[in-house]
């Protein structure tokens, strides 16, 4: 038990910024009624720019209210899911919260994913509609019947450009693959012919706080990627937690760059959601590589820049880094991924900007804990501390019962407000994450005696390549499926600009042959673009345990040992 104290001390909040509280009394107010109040306070501030195009807050809210009722006429009602499978566009924002206006469950989807992981998607929600991109329509169309949807609502890129883009767009856009034609089909739209067709008046049923929000897809160690439940209360409480946490940024007054991709939860929470909380203009960058990062950085002067490690190292080691003013940036966040002190110290030189790193997963919405951000010490090299109303301990692996020593390793579980709901449809795999109101991370952490923390090990093999989580049984199992393959075992590889890459080890069966470029090439129509090995390496045979299991440790000690020898 005397041990236990030492994470029932709290000994995190000493290192709170001035104005930072331990409690937060929280608003129970949902996503939807927080853009209507936002644009109210803020009607004619713009909301999302994209390449120049602005909606201001009261257009944001007009078209939200659209297209939540030409949902509500395709027959979406409270507590039906409807999937969004885009890029960091202005109907990407507006969708979400059209969904979420009628009690409807929003499902956001990689649009880097097979046609095969998104059936699977698709269907454990149950998505009734879909919205997305031209250059998607055609896949989704040919996939629609093995799945429940039925209507599907298209975008192009070029629906919200600025003059002269705009005119210039339809005769460049197929010609650099940015557009493409949608065959006709039944039950399939046009965007802009559906706000356009639609009033403002949508249904309002009575959404409790605590119902279901979104199921949003993580990847699964066992290769079958898991729908998080967050409710109405994660999302908004997971905001209000974000607001206390960074009390120097005010609402109204700052720019945030939408780079992280909204489909994943980072990018939903510090991107999206606490841009509308805090009425302020979003930057969306679809396609976040370093020119149109810097590019955005340099036009748009935002102030805010929630971003993952290779973000940040792909600007630094870009050309046009040089001809970038970047000191608009004042704060950046980044998490996902480990970040290098010496990428830090550069970026922080470069820009003026303080980055903090933070640390988070699907199921809590995400964020847990963060570097104090002024005024507070920040510890390179630490994922920081607890946020306000979080509780975390570092409990033994074996029964996850006993709080280990100062600076023992262990595995990290935390509590707070915005912790999910459970697995959809899983409740063993619900129970085994949940237990007694803790969620049990699966990452190994240390904490020091001013109680922050750090990730030491993932419990789980994930591989982070880009900020995209990858699981190695994922890989293996398309492997698998190739008729020359016997046997294969995935590992991330370490790479300078991605943080990771994927290593696969193969072995054939008796007397086949098979090049990398062939297994490569059989990989591209199953596994996401991010997923696709770097390297394959051709054994005779793989290391084993007793029982058969292919050792999937000792392979990356392996690498690792050659490659130090280099």
Same mark, same amino acid.
């Given at each position: ?185 039944? /039950?399939?739209?046009?965007? *802009?012919? #559906?706000?356009?067709?639609?009033? +403002?008046? $949508? ?5 409790? %706080? @605590? ?113 970038? /003013?970047?000191?608009?940036? *004042?704060? #950046?966040?980044?998490?996902?991924? +480990?970040? $290098? ?5 550069? %970026? @922080? ?218």
């Amino acid at each position: 038990m005397a041990e236990e104290s030492i994470y029932l001390k709290k000994p995190w909040l000493k290192s709170y910024e001035k104005g930072v509280p331990e409690r937060i009394s929280y608003e129970e107010i949902c996503m939807p009624d927080i853009l209507d109040r936002t644009a109210k306070q803020f009607p004619d501030k713009p909301a999302l720019i994209f390449q120049g195009y602005s909606v201001t807050y009261r257009e944001l809210k007009d078209m939200v209210d659209r297209f939540a009722t030409c949902l509500a006429d395709f027959g979406v009602r409270q507590g039906d899911a409807v999937a969004i499978l885009l890029p960091n566009l202005i109907p990407c924002v507006v969708a979400y919260f059209a969904i979420l206006r009628l009690g409807a469950i929003t499902v956001m989807n990689n649009p880097l994913y097979s046609d095969r992981e998104l059936e699977h998607q698709f269907n454990d929600s149950g998505s009734k509609v879909l919205v997305t991109l031209d250059l998607l329509g055609n896949r989704m169309i040919d996939l629609r019947p093995k799945t429940k949807i039925k209507q599907i609502v298209y975008t192009s890129i070029g629906d919200y450009l600025p003059f002269p883009k705009s005119m210039l767009f339809p005769l460049v856009g197929k010609k650099k693959k940015l557009a493409a034609d949608v065959k006709p089909a039944p /039950d399939v739209y046009k965007w *802009k012919d #559906c706000v356009a067709k639609y009033g +403002p008046n $949508p249904p309002r049923p009575k959404i409790g %706080f @605590e119902d279901v929000a979104m199921y949003q897809y993580t990847g699964g160690t066992t290769g079958v990627s898991k729908g998080v439940m967050l409710t109405h209360a994660n999302l908004s409480k997971q905001i209000q937690q974000a607001e206390a946490w960074f009390p120097v940024f005010k609402k109204g007054a700052e720019i945030v760059l939408g780079a992280l991709p909204f489909f994943h939860v980072f990018g939903m929470t510090t991107a999206m959601n606490f841009a509308v909380h805090m009425g302020w203009p979003d930057v969306l960058v679809p396609r976040p590589q370093p020119e149109p990062l810097l590019e955005a950085i340099g036009k748009f002067k935002p102030t805010f820049a929630p971003l993952v490690p290779t973000m940040y190292i792909g600007m630094l080691n870009h050309p046009d880094l040089k001809k970038t /003013d970047m000191s608009c940036l *004042k704060g #950046c966040f980044s998490g996902s991924a +480990p970040l $290098p002190v010496e990428v830090i110290h550069e %970026f @922080e030189r470069v820009t003026g900007a303080v980055i903090v790193e933070g640390f988070g997963m699907t199921e809590t919405t995400p964020v847990t804990h963060v570097n104090p951000f002024a005024g507070g010490a920040r510890k390179v090299g630490s994922v920081g501390v607890p946020i306000s109303d979080t509780e975390a301990r570092i409990v033994d692996l074996e029964t996850g019962l006993n709080d280990m020593p100062l600076g023992k390793p262990g595995e990290l579980i935390v509590k707070g407000p915005q912790i999910m709901k459970g697995y959809l449809n899983k409740p063993d795999e619900t129970a085994y994450t949940l237990r007694n109101g803790w969620c049990f991370t699966g990452d190994i952490a240390t904490m020091d005696e001013d109680g922050y923390f750090y990730i030491v090990d993932r419990k789980k093999d994930m591989i982070i390549s880009g900020g995209f989580n990858i699981y190695p049984r994922d890989i293996d199992e398309v492997f698998y499926e190739h008729p020359k393959v016997q046997e294969a075992c995935s590992i991330g590889i370490p790479d300078p600009k991605r943080g990771e890459n994927v290593k696969v080890f193969v072995v054939l069966k008796e007397g086949e042959t098979a090049t990398q470029a062939e297994l490569i090439e059989f990989c591209k129509t199953k596994l996401a673009t991010f997923k696709l090995p770097a390297e394959i390496e051709f054994r005779k045979e793989l290391p084993k345990s007793t029982v058969g299991k292919v050792l999937r440790k000792e392979l990356k000690a392996q690498e690792m040992e050659k490659r130090k020898k280099g």
